[in-house]
């Protein structure tokens, strides 16, 4: 959450892995993507339709 918060615009999977220290390579970015989706059904951040994340 903290990377979505402090980033400059909304953000993609990818975005995230890197600023975590990933690969950008689907094996690494699928579980982030899927953590990503589970904050934002709870309502802690924010997905766009194109699939980009927000903070809330």
């Known amino acids: 959450m903290e990377i979505v918060a ?3 615009g909304p953000l993609q999977a990818k975005d995230v892995a890197r600023a975590l220290g990933l690969d950008p390579v ?4 699928e ?3 899927g953590k990503l989706r589970k904050l934002a059904e709870r309502g802690w951040i924010t997905r766009t339709p ?5 903070p809330r």
């Open 50 to 54: 194109a699939g980009r994340y927000l």
């Open 31 to 33: 579980p982030v993507r």
């Open 26 to 29: 689907p094996t690494k970015v």
């Open 6 to 8: 402090g980033g400059d």
